[in-house]
T-cell receptor, first 114, second 111 residues
Framework: EAQVTQNPRYLITVTGKKLTVTCSQNMNHEYMSWYRQDPGLGLRQIYYSMNVEVTDKGDVPEGYKVSRKEKRNFPLILESPSPNQTSLYFC?????????????FGPGTRLLVL | EDQVTQSPEALRLQEGESSSLNCSYTVSGLRGLFWYRQDPGKGPEFLFTLYSAGEEKEKERLKATLTKKESFLHITAPKPEDSATYLCAVQGAGGSYIPTFGRGTSLIVHP
C-alpha cells in the first residue's frame, strides 16, 4: 500500500530535550516536506526537500532541522524543543520535483512540549 | 506575499443540499491551486490541482473551478460522509516552492 508513515504519532516531552520525528514514504517520491498545523493558522511548511541531499527552508524553519540522506526518509529534528513548538506535525511527499501537486500526507504527529 | 482566504469558516448542510466553498487568493503568478480534504485526526487528502483560469475538475460530488482571483469547490447533493474540513492552497511562480494554505472550511452534512 502506498503510504507516508510517521513516528511517533504522539509525543510529550520537556523543554530542551532533543527529539526526532521520523517520516518514510514507499512511493519513490522526489519531493518531501514537513508542515505544522496550529488552530487558526492553517498548515505552514517548515522544510522541504526536492531530492536526496537537497533541502530548503519553508515558511517557519526556526528551531527545526531536517536531513535527506535516503530518498524514502525525511526526519524532522528538534534540537532544543520549546513550548511554542507544541503542534500537530505532518510529513508529506509528492512525485514531482518542485511543484507540490498530489501531495500525500502522513497521519500526523501530535507533539506537546512542557 | 501569497495569501489564501477561505469562506465560510464553517458550513452546515442538510443531506442533498448543494452549496459552494470559496477560496480567494493573491499570488504573483499562479503555479497551481490545490484542494484537500481533511478528516479529524488525519492528514489532508489530495483532491484537485488547478493550473489556469477557466479550468474545472470533478470527482464524484465535488467540482472545483478556478478564476484569476478565486476558486470554488461545488458540492452537489452532499452526503454525511462528505463532512470534513476542506483546505485550499496555492503555489506561486516565484523562486520558492512553498505552498500557502488557507485556514479551511469545516463542512458538516446532516442526514
Amino acid at each position: 500500500e502506498a503510504q507516508v508513515t510517521q513516528n511517533p504519532r504522539y509525543l510529550i516531552t520537556v523543554t530542551g530535550k532533543k527529539l526526532t520525528v521520523t517520516c518514510s514514504q514507499n512511493m519513490n517520491h522526489e519531493y518531501m516536506s514537513w508542515y505544522r498545523q496550529d488552530p487558526g493558522l492553517g498548515l505552514r511548511q517548515i522544510y522541504y526537500s526536492m531530492n536526496v541531499e537537497v533541502t530548503d527552508k519553508g515558511d517557519v524553519p526556526e528551531g527545526y532541522k531536517v536531513s535527506r540522506k535516503e530518498k524514502r526518509n525525511f526526519p524532522l529534528i528538534l534540537e532544543s524543543p520549546s513550548p511554542n513548538q507544541t503542534s500537530l506535525y505532518f510529513c508529506a511527499s509528492s512525485p514531482g520535483q518542485g511543484l507540490t501537486e498530489t501531495q500525500y500526507f502522513g497521519p500526523g504527529t501530535r507533539l506537546l512540549v512542557l | 506575499e501569497d495569501q489564501v482566504t477561505q469562506s465560510p469558516e464553517a458550513l452546515r448542510l442538510q443531506e442533498g443540499e448543494s452549496s459552494s466553498l470559496n477560496c480567494s487568493y493573491t499570488v504573483s503568478g499562479l503555479r497551481g491551486l490545490f484542494w484537500y480534504r481533511q478528516d479529524p485526526g488525519k492528514g489532508p487528502e489530495f483532491l484537485f490541482t488547478l493550473y489556469s483560469a477557466g479550468e474545472e475538475k470533478e470527482k464524484e460530488r465535488l467540482k472545483a473551478t478556478l478564476t484569476k482571483k478565486e476558486s470554488f469547490l461545488h458540492i452537489t447533493a452532499p452526503k454525511p460522509e462528505d463532512s470534513a474540513t476542506y483546505l485550499c492552497a496555492v503555489q506561486g511562480a516565484g523562486g520558492s516552492y512553498i505552498p500557502t494554505f488557507g485556514r479551511g472550511t469545516s463542512l458538516i452534512v446532516h442526514p
